[in-house]
């Protein structure tokens, strides 16, 4: 029988209602109750690649457990609330979505976000690495160039690091690409796919515009003020909310997108490839993020970063320094941790 998991990836958010054998993902939200949280929540509990969601936040969790469980798909809820709570949120899970933390106001950088966000992330993904070792680790929690070294080097303070199960989900950036791109050259938004490669801030963010398929010319000015545009789509948003938060729905949206992805190729599915911000050894900085075909396993194989264009080979060259120095500064504030 054909499931809905021989869809295309762009597909997963609006599959039909499938009850394979294999859809019994378990998976846990940290940071439930917040901006991106509860809509990210709202997909999972949507899909029925998930038989067990379990949602831990500071604040809040009981509510929005209750809330979703109410909704009539198989996924079960349950909320955890506090720290003591984290370890049976963890216990037996797949997959772990982290979008955990302070989002940013009008005039700040995702680096602004550094000292709040980066002991937040060691926190929770050092309860990760004791409760649940083997799960795929998706980071969402800003900045993302320095909170996935942040969790590398705390899977290693616990022995049990997997470079091919930590992801930083940078997947609105892709997803803004294809929306953005459809919207310039009237397409279907669905039928769009833009590598995004880099990292997940200002110019380390790299669309590969050059291998969009289907295939689009711009001219230059055009495609430069896209390029912007893509790397500076999270500060649009921050402006238009005007101090009421960031991205949230949109990230929800990507950071679902990522996770089914990861689910079908955990069970099995085949073809299945998403960018992502991971250890990486495609360039001289030592994570980076480049289309990944997904598997059983997590990585099963780094497609690198392809043919690319003289514009996007300058934008590469002119990232790696900002991406060095966000990666170090968060492998220190681990060596630092008492």
């Known amino acids: 029988m054909l499931s809905a998991l021989a869809r295309p990836a762009g597909a997963a958010l609006r599959r039909s209602f499938s009850t394979s054998a294999q859809n019994n993902a378990k998976v846990a939200v940290l940071g439930a109750s917040g901006g991106i949280g509860q809509p990210l929540s709202l997909l999972l509990k949507n899909s029925p690649l998930v038989s067990r969601l379990t949602l831990y936040d500071i604040a809040h969790t009981p509510g929005v457990a209750a809330d979703l469980s109410h909704i009539e798909t198989r996924a079960t809820v349950k909320g955890y609330l506090g720290p003591e709570q984290l370890p049976d949120c963890l216990k037996g899970c797949d997959v772990v979505v982290i979008p955990a933390g302070v989002p940013r106001k009008p005039g700040m950088t995702r680096d602004d976000l550094f000292n709040t966000n980066a002991t937040i992330v060691a926190t929770l993904t050092a309860a990760c690495a004791q409760h649940c070792p083997e799960a795929m680790i998706c980071i969402i929690s800003n900045p993302v160039n320095s909170t996935i070294p942040i969790t590398a080097e705390v899977f290693k303070k616990h022995g049990v690091y997997n470079p091919n199960k930590i992801f930083g989900v940078t997947t609105l950036d892709i997803v803004r ?162």
Not at 228 to 236: H, K, L, M, V, Y
Not at 281 to 286: I, L, N
Request: proline share 6%.
């Open 177 to 338: 690409a294809n929306a953005f791109v459809a919207e310039l050259k009237d397409l279907d938004p669905a039928r769009v796919n833009v590598p995004v490669i880099g990292g997940h801030a200002g110019k380390t963010i790299i669309p590969l515009i050059s291998q969009c398929t289907p295939k689009v010319e711009l001219p230059q000015d055009q495609l430069a003020t896209l390029t912007g545009r893509i790397q500076e789509a999270g500060t649009e948003v921050v402006k238009a909310k005007a101090g009421a938060g960031s991205a949230t729905l949109s990230m929800a949206y990507a950071g679902a997108r990522f996770v089914f992805s990861l689910v079908d190729a955990m069970n099995g599915k085949e073809g299945v490839v998403e960018c992502s911000f991971v250890k990486s050894q495609e360039t001289d900085c030592p994570y980076f993020s480049t289309p990944l075909l997904l598997g059983k396993k997590g990585i099963e194989k780094n497609l690198g970063i392809g043919k690319v264009s003289p514009f996007e080979e300058k934008m590469i060259a002119e990232a790696i320094p900002e991406l060095k120095a966000s990666i170090k500064k968060g492998e220190e504030f681990v060596k630092s941790m008492k």
